[in-house]
DNA sequence: TTATTAATTGTCCAAAAAACACTTATTATT
DNA sequence: AATAATAAGTGTTTTTTGGACAATTAATAA
């Protein structure tokens, strides 16, 4: 087989951020690192590019070992290379962000990393760059937010607007006003109202909603505008 | 040394998509490739990272080899890892791209890649996969130059009012009303009026405009909006 | 029956965006 | 010297969107 020659082959691997609700706020799924040096620390979940796989597989793979779930919304969100990220040798890291339903998650969950979920803010002390990965994550999912119906992803099938509601806010750290907000999702007629109710976290009862699928897929590249003076937005 | 053991090491190319405008349109740099395999064919600029280099570092040693440039604006856009991808070998490759003023870039040509500028409507046929980095790269300028001011990086310190609205044009390939472009970019008060005028493109002359840098850098991540209709960008 | 809690719904006002056309400066032509 | 041609520059009106704001309703608990 022929081959480049006199170049620097480097270890790459793939790190996963993966995000979830829990109705209240914004978690993160992480592990205590199996690997020697810093071993038992809190990390981010990943592993290396392994020989026939490329970085989609890779990441699916990796998000599968820990959460057993397939199909998971992912989405690349950076290369990190600095050339000490890594003190035991040289690493590339790819990091994927994820989306998902806490809920599935739970009944799936591997025990073998040793995971936990911790609220956004109050995370545990990362290894390597773990933390700036995390920064940049979370950056990125208020700018997608922001414009596009990605959050969705993180909820249940069947969900109810003040859910929502605590949702972006969670995301986006700040209060909105529940008849603007309203009226702004249905004025993307992506919600389907359901004829029952969630009567667990209030005496009214909340009714259910779910996502229009097909509009859903079509509006997912689209430009909304979900929160109030996007202008604030990084 | 501690190294990971029974780990695949892949080499880590960076390529770069260089944009430039012309006046007129959209252009991109590309050079005719020097490896064997494919060797004369049309392809990005690219290089491979080297051993002491994180990705900033490599993206601008390759930038500068090929134009001279430095303090270019550059941005991460995206890690590639088919596995097929380089058919010699495998070879993960972090994209970059570039915004520089094509003026500049003639002054310091280097001749030795075979370099040439292509309109971006005229590209020729790419080598593995760059043709899917370009587009990848064009769609997120025009996402971010719909809502950050980006573009100003394409152009010479000065500049007129028409020849700005050629840009966003040629960028987003459409048409824009002179009346409401005009206020909109006044608006985000980043432009600073000339005394003079450029005579080459019309009898009348158009007044020069320098960018506020203060204020550039000030906004440069704000949310502005620059174009009519952002809601049809993808 | 009343009090409590949270969900639901509508109006008004302000700001932003889009549609739209005429005047001006300059040069070339007659 | 007058006129035609070209592209730059400038304002107004209308429409749409976004944001501030409060009363009503359904259910349960006291």
Redo the contacts with the bound molecule.
């Keep these: 087989m022929i081959r480049y020659h006199n170049q620097t082959r480097i270890l790459v691997a793939i790190d996963c951020i993966i995000f979830g609700f829990d109705g209240s706020e914004l978690k993160l799924l992480l592990v205590q690192r199996g690997l020697e040096y810093e071993k038992g620390k809190w990390s981010l979940m990943g592993g290396f590019v392994q020989k026939n796989e490329d970085f989609e597989k890779g990441s699916a793979r990796i998000l599968k070992e820990l959460t057993g779930l397939e199909g998971v919304y992912m989405e690349q969100l950076n290369a990190f290379g600095d050339v000490t990220r890594d003190p035991i040798e040289r690493t590339v890291s790819v990091a994927y962000f994820a989306l998902i339903d806490i809920h599935q998650y739970e009944k799936q969950i591997n025990t073998e990393f040793h995971a936990g979920w911790f609220p956004i803010k109050e995370v545990p002390k990362l290894i390597f760059d773990h933390q700036e990965m995390v920064d940049m994550a979370k950056q990125k999912l208020r700018y997608k937010a922001a414009f596009h119906p990605i959050l969705f992803e993180l909820l249940p099938e069947k969900f109810?607007?003040?859910?929502l509601q605590s949702l972006y806010e969670s995301i986006f750290d700040t209060q909105f006003?529940?008849?603007?907000f309203?009226?702004?999702l249905?004025?993307t007629k992506l919600l389907v109202k359901q004829k029952d109710?969630d009567?667990d976290?209030?005496?009214?009862?909340?009714?259910y909603y779910k996502l229009d699928k097909k509009r859903y897929e079509k509006n997912f590249h689209a430009f909304l505008?979900f929160?109030?003076?996007?202008g604030n937005i990084k």
């Excluded at 006003?177 to 603007?180: F, G, I, Q, S, T």
């Design positions: 109810t607007l003040p859910q006003d529940k008849r603007n309203s009226r702004k249905q004025s109710k009567r976290s209030s005496k009214k009862g909340a009714y505008n929160i109030p003076n996007p």
